[in-house]
């Protein structure tokens, strides 16, 4: 029970400043700025739209895992990468900035869920299996 609350809290924390820092880098290394130009716009329009998604990547990962036995890493991030495609674009339409690039940290969080879901499932069922 204590491992599944740390995998519903930790998940979107560690996804979210994974994908931060990817548009950290995003910006610095394709368009040479920082990020502290940046923060606030960052963290607000990224945590509002991250609170929403989050439920949405625990649903796909959900039916993805109930549906499908075998190769369920490929479909989490296949899952969480498709979902995670419409927010990137979404964020940066009402502001005329629409890049592909933009998409980066919505991919990377995506696919640190995809993972940490793919661990998750590992973990439990290998303690169902030893009966513990």
């Not at 930790?10 to 994974?18: A, W």
């Not at 796909?60 to 479909?75: E, K, P, S, T």
Request: proline share 4%; charged share 10%; with cysteine.
């Amino acid at each position: 029970m204590i491992i599944t609350s740390i995998y519903i809290i930790l998940t979107p924390i560690v996804s979210f400043l994974g994908g931060v820092l990817s548009f950290g880098l995003v910006l610095q290394l394709v368009w040479d700025e920082s990020i502290w130009n940046d923060v606030s716009f960052v963290l607000l329009w990224g945590s509002a739209l991250y609170s929403i998604i989050v439920p949405v990547y625990f649903v796909i990962v959900y039916v993805i895992a109930r549906r499908f036995q075998h190769n369920l890493l490929l479909l989490f991030l296949a899952g969480c990468l498709l979902v995670s495609l419409l927010p990137g674009l979404m964020i940066f339409a009402p502001f005329g900035k629409v890049s592909v690039l933009v998409t980066v940290p919505f991919l990377t969080a995506g696919a640190i869920v995809a993972v940490c879901s793919w661990l998750f499932m590992n973990y439990r069922r290998r303690m169902d299996k030893t009966g513990e």
